[in-house]
Every structure is written in C-alpha cells, then in structure tokens.
C-alpha cells in the first residue's frame, strides 16, 4: 500500500487505534494522533483490524468520528458492524432471502444450559457451536447430539455470545472462501481440512487451491456484499447437495496470505486500488491526498503486503 500510494504521490500513513485520541468542542471535531493534533484529515482510511478486537465503545467510536469528519472509511463502520458479530451478520441478511443454515442464539450467558433445554425441537443434531466473534477456525465445535450439548455448555467461555447452526454434513471439512472488492470478485479458495475436522480454515492447517466459483455462486456473493453495504469483504460459502450454497459467514476483515499464495494474487494492491479510485473521486471536492490506514496493536493483514 505505502509503494502504490508514493507512486501515485499520494500521501500515506499508518495509525494504530491505541494512538488515537478523539475531541468534541466549541462545535466542532478533533483528532490527536500521538498527541499531535490533526489539522487536515484525510480523504480515505482503509481499516484493517481484527474483528475480535473491535469494540463499539472504542473502535468503532472513532471511526464513526472520522466518518462525521468527513472521511471515506473502506469498510465503513456501519458494514464493520454488520459482520463484527456472526449472528448481526444473519440478522441483516436474514430478511432478504439469503440462504442461511439454520441459526439461532441467545440474550444472557448464565442460563445457557436452560436456553439449549428448551430451544427449538425441530433442530437436527448434530450442531454446530461458534463463538459470535471468534475467527480462524477457533472457538468452534461439532455437539453430536443434545444432551453433549447440554453437558458441554457449562464449558463455554462468554467473551461473546455462541450462535448453533445447523450442521451441513455436504461440507464437512471444506468451504469456499470468496474475496470480494469494491463490486468485484478479485477470487475464490476452497478451503479443505487436512486432519478430518469440521473446519477448513487455512490458519488453523487447512489448505487453499483455487476454485471456479459458479455463476449462481458469484451472483450469491455479489448480492451479499451489496446487501451489508461493504467495500471489502470475504464470504465464506458451504456447499449443499443439490448444487447449490449456504452462506457460512462474512468476514468484514479477511486475512489474504493464503489467498494470495493459492491465486497468485495480491489482495493488498487491490484494496489499495480501491483506495485510490475513491481518493479521485474525492479529489475532485477536497484538496487532501491523504491515505491512511486505521489499525489495531500491531496487526496488519497477516502481516502481509498492506503493511508500510
């Protein structure tokens, strides 16, 4: 991202949230970075973050201040929001007809074990448990049946709620992964576990080759991302066994080191592109070139080609 952006004389710059420090006064809004105090802010922020991390008391706040600034965020924080919690991604498509296993949760985490005793009996086990913002494969598990359920729930640990999902036997052990950028689908992966487990996550010793996404495939994952209003995203498709697929969940901050060495592509650039048309689109108004890169701790992309 810094290459392209000095190619293009644009200028760029790397901030991390903890250096951020947001003000409301006398009618108007300011920003510190490092106690220094922002007198020109930038056109476009690229955020990149991991989705664990991101708290609507904190992060979230201070994008929301930079939108009010004036800021073009890629992703903005209303789509971040959408997909920072698996089942507020659910919820959203959940009205417009989006094939989805499945899904349900729950409100308070004391009584868990008597919310599984009386939920829906029409729900077919086995049953997949996710944490609602866990990510890399982690925090995930198979229940076999009800009462393993029930035994295990005591177990779970309630940094954030768990969603059960209907399990698609179809897709056990592998899952499509497809990036999609600015309205545009940069690829497809599919994803497959090397040991026998449920999940295919790369991160968590899956592999990744490249997939020929269907049409009714693309068509899906356009329509979802136009739907949570997101610039850039991944999507995670389950297949079904007529074909067809189920929306696994969206992930408002994909990681793309092993997106990259499957397609030979580098996600990175394309983010950056997309920065950069909007920055132009902006130019027109404004008279700031600046690209900046919102992020949290030291995390920037698995560390990929984004970094400066």
């Given at each position: 991202?810094?290459r392209?952006?000095?190619e293009r004389r644009?200028?760029f710059?790397?901030v991390?949230?903890?250096d951020?420090v947001?003000?409301?006064?006398y009618?108007?809004?300011?920003?510190?970075?490092?106690?220094?105090k922002i007198?020109?802010?930038?056109?476009?922020?690229v955020?990149r973050?991991?989705?664990?991390?991101?708290?609507?008391d904190?992060e979230?706040t201070v994008?929301?201040?930079?939108?009010?600034?004036?800021?073009?965020?890629i992703n903005q924080s209303?789509a971040?929001l959408?997909?920072?919690?698996?089942m507020w991604?659910?919820?959203?498509l959940?009205?417009?007809?989006?094939p989805?296993?499945?899904?349900?949760s729950?409100g308070?985490?004391?009584e868990?074990?008597?919310t599984?005793?009386?939920?829906?009996t029409?729900l077919?086990?086995p049953?997949?448990?996710?944490?609602?913002?866990?990510?890399?494969g982690q925090?995930?598990?198979l229940?076999r049946?009800r009462m393993?359920?029930?035994?295990?729930s005591?177990?779970?640990?309630?940094?954030a709620?768990?969603?059960?999902?209907?399990?698609?036997?179809?897709?056990?052990?592998?899952?499509?992964?497809?990036i999609?950028i600015?309205?545009?689908?940069?690829g497809a992966?599919?994803?497959?576990s090397?040991d026998?487990?449920m999940?295919?996550?790369?991160a968590?010793?899956?592999r990744?080759?490249?997939?020929?996404l269907?049409?009714d495939g693309?068509?899906?994952?356009?329509?979802?991302?136009?739907s949570?209003?997101?610039d850039?995203?991944?999507i995670?498709?389950l297949?079904?066994s007529d074909?067809?697929?189920?929306?696994?969940?969206?992930?408002c901050n994909?990681?793309?080191?092993h997106?990259n060495?499957?397609?030979?592509?580098?996600?990175a650039e394309?983010?950056?592109e997309?920065?950069l048309?909007?920055?132009e689109?902006l130019?027109e108004?404004?008279k700031l070139?600046?690209?900046?890169?919102a992020?949290?701790s030291?995390?920037?992309?698995?560390h990929?080609?984004?970094?400066?």
């Amino acid at each position: 991202m810094s290459r392209m952006c000095k190619e293009r004389r644009v200028k760029f710059r790397w901030v991390h949230f903890e250096d951020v420090v947001i003000s409301a006064e006398y009618g108007s809004l300011g920003m510190r970075v490092k106690d220094r105090k922002i007198a020109y802010f930038p056109l476009v922020v690229v955020v990149r973050s991991q989705v664990a991390q991101l708290q609507a008391d904190s992060e979230i706040t201070v994008l929301r201040h930079l939108e009010l600034i004036g800021c073009r965020l890629i992703n903005q924080s209303s789509a971040i929001l959408k997909c920072v919690n698996k089942m507020w991604t659910f919820q959203e498509l959940a009205g417009n007809g989006f094939p989805l296993p499945y899904t349900f949760s729950y409100g308070g985490h004391s009584e868990v074990g008597t919310t599984l005793k009386t939920v829906d009996t029409n729900l077919v086990y086995p049953v997949v448990a996710k944490n609602c913002r866990g990510c890399q494969g982690q925090s995930v598990f198979l229940a076999r049946d009800r009462m393993q359920m029930i035994d295990t729930s005591h177990l779970l640990k309630h940094e954030a709620p768990y969603l059960f999902q209907q399990y698609v036997r179809e897709s056990h052990g592998r899952d499509v992964r497809v990036i999609v950028i600015g309205e545009r689908i940069l690829g497809a992966m599919l994803r497959q576990s090397c040991d026998g487990r449920m999940q295919s996550n790369c991160a968590a010793g899956g592999r990744g080759e490249r997939y020929q996404l269907p049409p009714d495939g693309e068509k899906l994952a356009l329509a979802v991302a136009r739907s949570l209003r997101i610039d850039v995203c991944g999507i995670d498709l389950l297949f079904n066994s007529d074909g067809s697929f189920w929306i696994c969940e969206v992930n408002c901050n994909p990681g793309f080191k092993h997106f990259n060495a499957a397609l030979q592509v580098n996600v990175a650039e394309s983010i950056t592109e997309l920065a950069l048309q909007e920055l132009e689109r902006l130019r027109e108004v404004r008279k700031l070139s600046t690209v900046t890169v919102a992020d949290t701790s030291d995390y920037c992309s698995d560390h990929g080609d984004s970094c400066p």
